[in-house]
Structures are given as structure tokens and as C-alpha cells.
Nanobody, 121 residues
């Protein structure tokens, strides 16, 4: 069974930091490209940060300079280091990965259940 699990969320005061993790299991491998997204109550899910196949990274303007996406390689955990957190960063954060259950199957996009980040002023 494939599982993608985010963790590391919590409640912090403005200016604080958190590091989110995204762990996948039950797969033979994952593509290098990945992304983090978030959804605040009453709002649509939005892109936060991503890494492309060539290793280049991108960030939403609202988090540029404060968040950093990283990962060693392969199916190892993906991280989102968040610093200088603001109340407007409050949301459920989701990881998205493209993985396959064996080396001949097609890639499948997986989402986790999310991890809640709450930033108080």
C-alpha cells in the first residue's frame, strides 16, 4: 500500500520556524520533481514551493526568501523549512509526489493527508 505522510506542523508564534517532512512508503521510486501546497479555511489549495526534474526550485511570492524546499534524493523524505512565519501562513500543508509501485508501472501522483500549521500573532 502506498502511503504519503506529512508531519512537522504545529502551532507557533509569528516569527517562528517549522520544518515539514513528507515521507512516502510502499513505492519502488519517485520522480525528482515534487511540490508543497497549502490550503487555508475557505480558500483554494495553492502552490507553495516546488522542485523540477532539473533540480531548479520555485516559490510562491508570498513565501519567497522564508521557505526552503529540500530533499536528498529518490524516495527519501522531502522537507519544507519555514522561517519567519506569519499568521497568513496558517493552513493545511500538503506534499505532492509522483511515484510508482514498481519499475515498469506508470507514474502516479500522490497527495498526503496534510499537516496543520497555525501561526498566531
Amino acid at each position: 500500500e502506498v502511503q504519503l505522510v506529512e508531519s512537522g506542523g504545529g502551532s507557533v508564534q509569528a516569527g517562528g520556524s517549522l520544518r515539514l517532512s513528507c515521507v512516502v512508503s510502499g513505492v519502488a521510486g519517485c520522480r525528482f520533481d515534487m511540490s508543497w501546497h497549502r490550503q487555508a479555511p475557505g480558500k483554494e489549495r495553492e502552490f507553495v514551493s516546488g522542485r523540477e526534474i532539473d533540480g531548479s526550485t520555485s516559490y510562491a511570492e508570498s513565501v519567497e526568501g522564508r521557505f526552503t524546499i529540500s530533499q536528498d534524493d529518490g524516495i527519501k523524505p522531502v522537507y519544507l523549512q519555514m522561517t519567519s512565519l506569519k499568521p497568513q501562513d496558517t493552513a493545511m500543508y500538503y506534499c505532492k509526489r509522483h511515484c510508482r509501485q514498481d519499475h515498469v508501472s506508470s507514474w502516479v501522483t500522490y497527495w498526503g493527508q496534510g499537516t496543520q500549521v497555525t501561526v498566531s500573532s
